[in-house]
């Protein structure tokens, strides 16, 4: 009894995850639908070409079959009749090789009409691809699983709408074919026509399985495959080479570049094994068909049942049936592992997205400055607060300057004041309106940032400049008076093309900056925004000298007067000249005031200026 219920159990728990796997198999190619309309809107002429070629296609090969029975049995008649029929033969002749050159020509319109539609749909996918990135927030880039979809989408969306709609075309031109085949062959015999479909079924079968099994591998893997990516792009991009060839790194990462091949190969040979074997095996099955049929039409032939033009005509009909079944069954299969593939893209194309615009472009009362009060964050994922129960207020004309360890949360706090995060609680007010009701555009106008981590683009001088305000982003007398500003001007003067002069080495004729000289690109770069009145400098000369940094500071401060403005940084003779300053401890204010204040309190603040002003000594 207990064995009885066991296998009922098992029996019962098999036919649910045969029927998990259709509804799943069923639902993926809901995808197909979306694939035709994403090609038939990139290029609706081609994509009609490729319709009415394919529907040609699908219905030649079979009047090829009958005018050769055409032909066969004239000839037979010719050779018995006196008076054979010699330009009636001639005539089918030149039908059929009309037939087999509109044939041709279909072919080639339909490869031609593919070849186009590949360019264009490879240039729109990737399109997609990157306005989506465009309206991501910075906390999607800094999750792994994210990237994992990002790698997963870009790998194989560029051709599997394309592949997918090809397969789609192919089905419904292989299915006018088999139409016509089974038409044919059912004056010969109905149970000819069922052999013909039902040998092809086993191998159908285990290619969809081993098509999901592929996929499931290929989603698995992406961490390792963006592992190999950052490798080469470590081993072989000027920023990484400089230290893997000083630290004698090279033959470590290939090494584990090689480490991580070996592992996906190896599960590679493991499928294509599986699957090739068991397509032998299961392909034996069509093969003992064809022969059987192949027996049967013969004997017939033989017992006078058909003529000779007919039997030649039916074996034909049943070997290209049989490769026209075939050909279903696997277009059916790829489209079934396309799906699968286009579903990452839309997987990614349908990332949930918060709203981030408001309506308003300037709040109810400017001399309110920035407020924040309890503001928190924490990353996705994360168990502790990156920033806890923050609260600082900077009015127009103040200067204020962020001080404390790495990681205790400076940059963060800079990011949630330029809403590239939304604080997890609290409240961030500019001229007395929360963020949130800002338009996201006009609140950065509003903000000139410069990064410890600032770009370095491989553009001209005056681009890398522009990019700080991409509506003046070409305007060379903005270019010219933010590099005065900037300090930027003097060096830029002396350059070969001026601020036509392309930077970085990755384009011909690219010039290099030093460290200094790129600083005061990206300091002209935050003066672009000459309506901005919130300044933010993060750590950008963090590789100068005292002396240059409190130069530029000071140059600054000059420039920015009437404007609230935010300084980090880890020396002290440059902090202690901002009208208030916080000291950041874990995400925590742990101090807050002016230079003098903190310095009588003694404490954090105090500690470490006494410690850094002896090291000058």
């Known amino acids: 009894m207990a064995e009885s219920s066991l296998a009922k159990t098992n029996t019962t728990e098999a036919n649910d995850n045969d029927a998990g796997f259709l509804r799943?198999?069923?639902?993926?190619?809901?995808?197909?639908?979306?694939?035709?309309?994403?090609?038939?809107?990139?290029?609706?002429?081609?994509?009609?070409?490729?319709?009415?070629?394919?529907?040609?296609?699908?219905?030649?090969?079979?009047?090829?079959?009958?005018?050769?029975?055409?032909?066969?049995?004239?000839?037979?008649?010719?050779?018995?009749?006196?008076?054979?029929?010699?330009?009636?033969?001639?005539?089918?002749?030149?039908?059929?090789?009309?037939?087999?050159?509109?044939?041709?020509?279909?072919?080639?319109?339909?490869?031609?009409?593919?070849?186009?539609?590949?360019?264009?749909?490879?240039?729109?996918?990737?399109?997609?691809?990157?306005?989506?990135?465009?309206?991501?927030?910075?906390?999607?880039?800094?999750?792994?699983?994210?990237?994992?979809?990002?790698?997963?989408?870009?790998?194989?969306?560029?051709?599997?709408?394309?592949?997918?709609?090809?397969?789609?075309?192919?089905?419904?031109?292989?299915?006018?074919?088999?139409?016509?085949?089974?038409?044919?062959?059912?004056?010969?015999?109905?149970?000819?026509?069922?052999?013909?479909?039902?040998?092809?079924?086993?191998?159908?079968?285990?290619?969809?399985?081993?098509?999901?099994?592929?996929?499931?591998?290929?989603?698995?893997?992406?961490?390792?495959?963006?592992?190999?990516?950052?490798?080469?792009?470590?081993?072989?991009?000027?920023?990484?080479?400089?230290?893997?060839?000083?630290?004698?790194?090279?033959?470590?990462?290939?090494?584990?570049?090689?480490?991580?091949?070996?592992?996906?190969?190896?599960?590679?040979r493991r499928l294509t094994l599986r699957r090739d074997g068991w397509g032998f095996v299961l392909g034996l099955i069509s093969t003992a068909a064809f022969y059987g049929a192949y027996v049967w039409i013969v004997l017939a032939t033989v017992n006078g049942e058909i003529t000779l033009g007919a039997m030649t005509m039916y074996l034909v009909l049943f070997r290209q049936g049989q490769g026209t079944v075939a050909a279903i069954l696997t277009s059916i299969s790829g489209m079934y592992e396309d799906n699968l593939y286009v579903s990452n893209l839309y997987e990614y194309l349908e990332q949930p997205v918060l709203a981030q615009?408001?309506?308003?472009?300037?709040?109810?009362?400017?001399?309110?400055?920035?407020?924040?009060?309890?503001?928190?964050?924490?990353?996705?994922?994360?168990?502790?607060?990156?920033?806890?129960?923050?609260?600082?207020?900077?009015?127009?004309?103040e200067s204020l300057a962020i001080v404390g360890e790495n990681g205790s949360g400076k940059t963060t706090l800079i990011k949630l004041i330029t809403r590239l995060y939304e604080p997890t609680r609290g409240t961030i007010r500019l001229d007395g309106l929360e963020l949130a009701e800002w338009n996201v555009e006009a609140l950065r106008r509003r903000t000139g940032v410069i990064f410890q981590d600032f770009g370095r683009y491989q553009f001209s001088v005056g681009e890398n400049i522009g990019a700080g305000d991409v509506r003046f982003i070409d305007d060379k007398t903005r270019w010219s008076d933010a590099a005065e500003t900037g300090m930027a001007a003097p060096f830029i003067e002396d350059l070969p093309e001026g601020y036509e002069t392309q930077l970085g080495r990755w384009f011909k004729g690219g010039r290099e900056l030093s460290g200094g000289q790129w600083q005061k690109i990206a300091l002209s770069r935050a003066f672009m925004r000459s309506d901005a009145d919130i300044l933010v400098l993060d750590e950008p000369t963090a590789a100068m000298d005292a002396a240059a940094e409190a130069n530029i500071f000071e140059h600054f401060r000059t420039m920015s007067r009437d404007k609230m403005t935010i300084l980090i940084s880890h020396r002290f003779s440059t902090v202690r000249k901002a009208d208030q300053i916080i000291v950041l401890g874990e995400g925590r204010v742990l101090e807050q005031g002016n230079h003098e204040s903190l310095m009588a309190e003694d404490g954090q603040y105090a500690k470490l200026f006494r410690l850094q002003a002896e090291g000058y000594r």
């Not at 004239?74 to 037939?99: M, N, Q």
């Open 357 to 397: 615009s408001g309506d308003y472009e300037e709040g109810p009362d400017p001399a309110r400055g920035l407020e924040l009060e309890n503001v928190s964050f924490r990353y996705p994922g994360a168990t502790s607060d990156a920033l806890s129960d923050l609260s600082l207020t900077l009015r127009p004309g």
């Open 24 to 268: 799943r198999a069923l639902g993926v190619f809901a995808y197909s639908r979306r694939a035709l309309e994403l090609v038939w809107t990139t290029s609706r002429p081609l994509t009609l070409t490729l319709a009415v070629l394919t529907i040609l296609a699908g219905v030649l090969p079979a009047g090829i079959a009958w005018v050769g029975k055409l032909i066969v049995d004239a000839v037979v008649a010719a050779i018995d009749a006196s008076d054979p029929d010699i330009r009636g033969i001639i005539e089918l002749l030149a039908l059929e090789a009309g037939i087999v050159i509109a044939l041709a020509a279909c072919q080639r319109g339909i490869s031609a009409s593919q070849s186009l539609l590949r360019a264009l749909l490879g240039q729109r996918v990737n399109v997609m691809i990157l306005e989506k990135a465009l309206t991501l927030q910075l906390t999607h880039f800094e999750d792994s699983e994210f990237y994992d979809k990002l790698t997963q989408a870009r790998r194989e969306a560029s051709s599997r709408p394309l592949s997918l709609v090809k397969q789609t075309f192919g089905l419904v031109q292989n299915l006018l074919s088999l139409t016509s085949f089974a038409a044919l062959l059912l004056a010969f015999s109905p149970f000819a026509v069922l052999i013909l479909i039902l040998a092809g079924l086993p191998s159908f079968f285990a290619e969809a399985k081993f098509s999901g099994d592929a996929f499931r591998l290929f989603r698995w893997r992406s961490p390792d495959t963006r592992m190999q990516m950052y490798l080469e792009t470590v081993m072989a991009r000027e920023d990484g080479v400089k230290e893997v060839k000083l630290f004698q790194l090279g033959p470590r990462l290939l090494e584990r570049y090689r480490k991580i091949f070996r592992k996906l190969f190896a599960e590679d």
